[in-house]
């Protein structure tokens, strides 16, 4: 878990800003080349847009720095939660565009064009670029109960802590809105303007989709939902104990397919792998499919063994955003889309 500093922003800003090319040079000969879910639920503070910024993170760290942040580094998914609530980012790491050079699903409504793609994809994350940028503060989401930031290198992560201290953001074992609440105030002391008409419309749009869902999940108990995500080799039945959404939705009373945890633990307790020829080992009527770039989309897959599954027959497959983006905006299609499909689902397996 990389280091949280809490050394303030002019010296180091002055440092890579105002000493041109060799001081760069200088910073990065420290960091070398460019290779490359704690449950706590600590505070953040509201801050005003000029004076001292602190916010303690879901790591239980504190970052505070002179005055807030104005050159933010953050994973896609957080650039796009906070550009949501008004507050844009420099640069981002993490699926940003297509192989087209398309806005990738993860990045949201944020203009691509306008930010520093430090890494496109797992593994990717060039530090000169990021030293570059002067960075204030860097965000991710975290995954795992060791505070593991998403998307940031192992290999790199020391480096990478020592340009500027970091923040992460908990969906790992907690339902969905408590992350949304975590980034709310996140966006909140970045000076985030959460009394604009279209946040709150958006929040209040969330809670009634979650009224639906739980309406939905009511009225069909019969209806049995799997989570799914396609790769070329094997099919991967998620679990709901670790996911962020799955977990929400089956609090509102959804009926998900649950592998067993000795089946999950290969995947390290999030997801069972099955070949192909397996794939229809469960029983479901709807089938959520990942929806990340990096998957095989259910119109792309090619599978017979696929074709035949029940619900796919019956026109049953839905998507589904295991990263989601961290904005009640974002999160209402998550909710409307499993609520809509289970109100006119019909039970086929």
């Not at 796009?80 to 990045?107: E, I, N």
């Not at 030293?131 to 992560?157: H, Q, R």
């Not at 019969?222 to 991967?236: P, R």
Request: one cysteine or more.
């Amino acid at each position: 878990m990389p280091n949280v500093r809490t050394t303030s922003s002019p010296s180091r800003r002055g440092l890579l800003a105002a000493g041109g090319a060799l001081a760069l040079g200088a910073a990065l000969a420290a960091c070398g080349d460019d290779k490359g879910k704690d449950a706590g639920s600590g505070k953040g503070t509201t801050a005003a847009k000029s004076g001292p910024w602190s916010f303690t993170d879901d790591r239980k760290k504190t970052v505070k720095l002179d005055k807030v942040p104005a050159n933010i580094v953050a994973f896609t998914g957080v650039g796009a939660a906070l550009y949501d609530y008004g507050v844009q980012v420099k640069g981002v790491f993490g699926p940003t565009k297509t192989a087209d050079g398309k806005p990738d699903v993860q990045a949201g409504d944020m203009d691509v064009s306008k930010v520093t793609v430090l890494g496109n994809t797992w593994g990717q994350f060039k530090i000169e670029k990021y030293a570059a940028l002067a960075p204030d503060v860097l965000i991710s989401t975290m995954f795992d109960a060791a505070g593991t930031l998403w998307y940031v290198p192992d290999e790199s992560k020391d480096k990478i802590a020592q340009l500027a201290p970091s923040v992460g953001i908990s969906v790992y074992d907690r339902q969905l809105p408590q992350s949304l609440q975590r980034m709310w105030q996140l966006a909140e002391s970045l000076g985030g303007d959460m009394k604009a008409a279209k946040v709150t419309a958006a929040k209040k749009r969330f809670e009634e989709a979650a009224a639906r869902l739980r309406a939905a999940a009511k009225a069909k108990p019969g209806i049995k939902v799997m989570a799914g995500s396609a790769s070329d080799q094997l099919f991967y039945v998620s679990g709901t104990n670790l996911s962020v959404d799955l977990e929400y939705f089956k609090a509102l009373g959804v009926n998900f397919v649950e592998p067993p945890e000795s089946a999950k633990a290969k995947g390290g307790g999030w997801y069972e792998s099955l070949s192909w020829e397996n794939v229809d080992k469960y029983k479901a009527d709807i089938i959520m499919m990942d929806d990340r770039s990096s998957t095989i989309q259910p119109a792309d897959i090619t599978k017979a063994t696929w074709k035949k599954l029940p619900a796919v027959t019956a026109g049953q497959v839905i998507s589904r955003s295991p990263e989601p983006i961290l904005s009640y905006d974002k999160c209402v299609p998550l909710l409307t889309t499993l609520a809509e499909a289970l109100e006119k689902a019909e039970k086929v397996a």
